[in-house]
T-cell receptor, first 118, second 113 residues
Framework: GAVVSQHPSRVICKSGTSVKIECRSL??????MFWYRQFPKKSLMLMATSNEGSKATYEQGVEKDKFLINHASLTLSTLTVTSAHPEDSSFYICSARDQGGFSNSPLHFGNGTRLTVT | AQSVTQLDSHVSVSEGTPVLLRCNYSSSYSPSLFWYVQHPNKGLQLLLKYTSAATLVKGINGFEAEFKKSETSFHLTKPSAHMSDAAEYFCVVYSGGYQKVTFGIGTKLQVIP
């Protein structure tokens, strides 16, 4: 089955530094990947839609200069949290859909990244 | 407009007893419906999906769900709970292609030995 690999699974960083999270589709190509943030005891909040070869589309309220998204190839999207602050501590999850699939084919999720900013 | 309501934020069952996790939806389009499971600090794993074929859908790990259009429901069931089923479950609706995806708030399933 389709596999999405997300790295790192856990990261601890100091306030003010930047952290890069990678999302790779291992056995399929994805023109579009999605980045979510999950707060404790909450559902997933879509942050942005990452489009290969073009700018990401950010949801309302998400700071594009703080959460930089790059989708340089059909199998890799990266999310960089810039100048991280403790309030950015959260669980970040990416997902992708096999571009060869039907329009209602399911999303495949990475295992998430637990970010802790100290 | 599109929405998903998971009626229970927390469900507790004894091992070996049936599981029922409830999900109601609303959508202006013909929706595709999915159930995902999330174990602690993990991503979401697809359990099963409904995409306008058979209304009773069988998934992995013995789970199944029935799409009932008249009740706008897509409840998840399992005849006999196992300890490994303890996790959080999300009901998800797609419509208009994957561009419109709505997650339920999640139901945490506790299995008591």
């Amino acid at each position: 089955g389709a596999v999405v690999s997300q790295h790192p699974s856990r990261v601890i960083c100091k306030s003010g530094t930047s952290v890069k999270i990678e999302c790779r589709s291992l056995d399929f190509q994805a023109t579009t990947m999605f980045w979510y943030r999950q707060f404790p005891k909450k559902s997933l909040m879509l942050m942005a839609t990452s489009n290969e070869g073009s700018k990401a589309t950010y949801e309302q309220g998400v700071e594009k200069d703080k959460f930089l998204i790059n989708h340089a190839s059909l199998t890799l999207s990266t999310l960089t949290v810039t100048s991280a602050h403790p309030e950015d501590s959260s669980f970040y999850i990416c997902s992708a859909r096999d571009q060869g699939g039907f329009s209602n084919s399911p999303l495949h999720f990475g295992n998430g990244t637990r970010l802790t900013v100290t | 407009a599109q929405s998903v309501t998971q009626l229970d934020s927390h469900v507790s069952v004894s091992e070996g007893t049936p599981v029922l996790l409830r999900c109601n939806y609303s959508s202006s389009y013909s929706p595709s419906l999915f159930w995902y499971v999330q174990h602690p600090n993990k991503g979401l794993q697809l359990l099963l999906k409904y995409t306008s074929a058979a209304t009773l859908v069988k998934g992995i790990n013995g789970f199944e769900a029935e799409f009932k259009k008249s009740e706008t429901s897509f409840h998840l069931t399992k005849p006999s709970a196992h300890m490994s089923d303890a996790a959080e479950y999300f009901c998800v609706v797609y419509s208009g292609g994957y561009q419109k995806v709505t997650f339920g708030i999640g139901t945490k399933l506790q299995v008591i030995p």
